[in-house]
């Protein structure tokens, strides 16, 4: 019988924490009948986030051809699909003919197509519908790149701290070494070239062979939006030290307070840094809400057709990226255009979409700073805060949010499970649950809180 000691020692070393032991326990005090405040996970329609209705009614129609042209009526005898996305269902299974097939490897090239306009509309540069890869959602797409880029024990990759366990967890399982680099707390998590630097020199002397550098943006889980002097002095140092860059960039569409978010993809190309070869990742996770649809992009720049080619041979042992998350992937890039006859309902469920998520932040960020002992930066972006803890000594913040389950049902991740500077202790929380169960949380981690630290 295969036993624990026939797995591969990286999978066991493997640490994967937004879904670790305190996940487990919420899970069991459920079953025994507790209701849960779920602030651990960035996954929006499990806390009640409604789709987007033109995504999924086209999607309807597109799994369901003989739908297509078929007037379906509500209770007020108003119809339930517009014209215009019968015809867009039309099109798209013209073009494709079926959801239920395998796609090509780099995935649906209409779709590609799409991506590359998207692109080119968001940041006025070309894009090659022959540079970017439709994938299961960004993870499999980061993987894939590690997976490429680990080529032995001593293949360093650098993350940002704190990270996105996606990165220090995939490394461990490829077998490399991730390189932190911690954000600047101070600076709303800012990225800091002295910081990347040390790090970068401290790994050089121990014989690691660093080859790429991540950066999230806008980020998780600290909630920060790189302004761009950052973006463009992270390039340069990669250009410095003939590093890849992994843009991961999933939060791109979720941004508040005015904040800008600038692409990767644009400074490269301003910077004419055309020997740093770059990778970034969108996905409709957060954009759109649509986690369990898996659907994702990856867009390269500056890399080499061979080594294209074996980014497209990695997918293709996956045979292809999920065929409908791709159709949803072309429709979250061509949502409907004023004119149209489904405009109207698109515009005022994204913006509801976005005001809300806006509206979380503020809660948030009052709520969080005026606890004494507590305090977070800006939320700028993504829909995550990650509040610094000032701990009585000998606690720590696996010790707080353990208690804090146990006593009043809220989950959060500890700042533990991300990566943090020695002798500092954080939390990370999404602001994803309603509005008015996000307030009562804040009153009732505010008095947990002034009992724990007493
Ligand atoms: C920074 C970051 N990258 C990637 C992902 C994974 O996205 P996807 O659902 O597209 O795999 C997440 C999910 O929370 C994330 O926070």
């Not at 036993?3 to 020692?9: A, E, G, R, V, Y």
């Not at 209701?35 to 086209?58: A, D, F, H, W």
């Not at 003989?66 to 019968?86: F, M, P, R, W």
């Not at 015809?87 to 995935?107: L, N, P």
Request: proline letters at 5%; aromatic letters at 8%; hydrophobic letters at 40%.
């Amino acid at each position: 019988m295969l036993t624990l000691n026939d797995i591969s020692k990286n999978v066991i070393d493997m640490q994967y924490e937004v879904r670790g032991a305190l996940v487990t326990r919420a899970g069991q005090m459920e079953k025994e009948g507790r209701t849960i405040v779920k602030c651990n996970l960035g996954n929006p329609q499990e806390l009640g986030q409604r789709p987007l209705s033109y995504l999924r009614q086209v999607l309807a129609l597109v799994t369901s051809p003989d739908l297509i042209g078929t007037s379906i009526k509500d209770q007020n005898g108003n119809e339930v699909i517009h014209a215009d996305l019968h015809q867009r269902a039309r099109t798209i299974i013209d073009i494709t003919r079926t959801v239920g097939r395998y796609t090509e490897s780099a995935g649906l090239e209409y779709v590609r197509r799409q991506v590359a306009e998207f692109i080119t509309r968001r940041d006025s540069i070309p894009a090659s519908p022959d540079m970017i890869m439709l994938t299961d959602g960004a993870s499999p797409a980061v993987k894939s790149v590690l997976q490429a880029i680990i080529s032995s024990p001593k293949t360093g990759i650098m993350i940002p701290v704190p990270r996105y366990p996606l990165y220090s967890a995939s490394i461990t399982a490829l077998g490399g070494q991730a390189v932190g680099y911690y954000l600047d707390e101070e600076h709303d998590w800012e990225t800091n070239v002295a910081e990347m630097e040390r790090a970068y020199s401290e790994a050089k002397k121990r014989g690691i062979d660093i080859k790429a550098l991540v950066v999230i943006n806008p980020g998780n889980p600290t909630g920060d939006v790189l302004p761009e002097h950052d973006i463009i002095d992270t390039i340069k140092f990669a250009q410095e030290h003939n590093l890849t860059i992994l843009a991961d960039e999933v939060y791109q569409d979720n941004i508040f307070n005015g904040n800008k978010f600038y692409s990767f993809a644009k400074h490269v190309l301003e910077l004419k840094a055309d020997d740093v070869s770059l990778f970034s990742f969108h996905s409709g996770s957060k954009a759109v809400g649509e986690c369990g649809l898996r659907m994702g992009y990856m867009e390269m720049r500056n890399i080499p057709t061979e080594v294209y080619d074996q980014m497209v041979k990695i997918q293709s042992v996956s045979l292809c990226a999920n065929h409908i998350g791709q159709v949803a992937m072309g429709l979250m890039v061509t949502p409907p255009r004023p004119g149209e006859a489904s405009f109207t309902i698109y515009d005022r469920e994204y913006k509801e979409l976005q005001r809300n998520l806006e509206e979380k932040a503020k809660l948030m960020y009052e709520g969080i700073n005026r606890i004494p002992g507590m305090h977070t930066a800006e939320i700028q972006g993504a829909m995550y805060a990650f509040p610094h803890l000032d701990l009585p000594a000998g606690k720590t913040d696996v010790d707080y949010c353990t208690t804090l389950l146990e006593e009043t049902g809220i989950l959060f991740v500890p700042g533990s499970g991300f990566g943090q500077r020695a002798g500092t202790n954080h939390f990370r929380t999404t602001l994803l649950p309603p509005k008015a169960e996000l307030a009562s949380m804040l009153s009732k981690l505010e008095k947990f809180h002034k009992v724990f630290v007493a």
